[in-house]
T-cell receptor, first 115, second 115 residues
């Protein structure tokens, strides 16, 4: 069965601090996809990144970086030099389908960046 | 390019009534899915439609139904509303094909309150 765990329920940091959001997943498939989404107060889930199980390269996009480690079934997300606009709920998600939309989401981590 | 559009954004219904929510996907996207988000259960997959056919279904009672039209727009209906149906209902769209991958893009959601 698929499962995504985000152990950190809430995190508070001061602006310009670095912060890492943890994500641990469970799946029996060898082919799967991992995602991160950001949910601001407006409600919309904003896509951040998609990673397939065969690509373990870490990725950096501006202040955002992702660390994918199959050995520990983790897909962690780091925000460098955090800003107030980064305040949101962040969700990690898992899909075992190549083209379907049946995702399993983690419970989310609420990040508050204080000025 | 317009994003996923959901209407209405907010609505209040009485227990026992039924409700219909609408979703217009990103232009060119043929797959639409619906998710329910509640504080207690988090984000849960309801169903997915591709080319007017239900392709996948989550674990929800038959009171929850949906459909997709030839222009890929989708509606979901909840009959005999219960207090526990109060939630944010999110619609997502994707191309729905293997060659384009399974990244899904969400709308801002419809906030349903059942009283």
């Amino acid at each position: 069965a698929q499962k995504v765990t985000q152990a950190q329920t809430e995190i508070s940091v001061v602006e310009k601090e670095d912060v890492t959001l943890d994500c641990v997943y469970e799946t029996r498939d060898t082919t799967y996809y991992l995602f991160w989404y950001k949910q601001p107060p407006s409600g919309e889930l904003v896509f951040l990144i998609r990673r397939n199980s065969f690509d373990e390269q870490n990725e950096i996009s501006g202040r955002y970086s992702w660390n994918f480690q199959k050995s520990t079934s983790s897909f962690n997300f780091t925000i460098t030099a955090s800003q107030v606009v980064d305040s949101a709920v962040y969700f990690c998600a898992l899909s075992e389908e190549d083209y379907g939309q049946n995702f399993v989401f983690g419970p989310g981590t609420r990040l508050s960046v204080l000025p | 390019k317009a994003g996923v559009t959901q209407t209405p954004r907010y609505l209040i219904k009485t227990r026992g009534q039924q409700v219909t929510l609408s979703c217009s996907p990103i232009s060119g996207h043929r797959s639409v899915s619906w998710y329910q988000q509640t504080p207690g259960q988090g984000l849960q997959f309801l169903f997915e439609y591709f080319s007017e056919t239900q392709r996948n279904k989550g674990n929800f009672p038959g009171r929850f139904s949906g459909r997709q039209f030839s222009n890929s727009r989708s509606e979901m209906n909840v009959s005999t509303l219960e207090l526990g149906d109060s939630a944010l209902y999110l619609c997502a769209s994707s191309t729905g094909t293997v060659d384009s991958g399974n990244t899904i893009y969400f709308g801002e959601g419809s906030w349903l309150t059942v009283v």
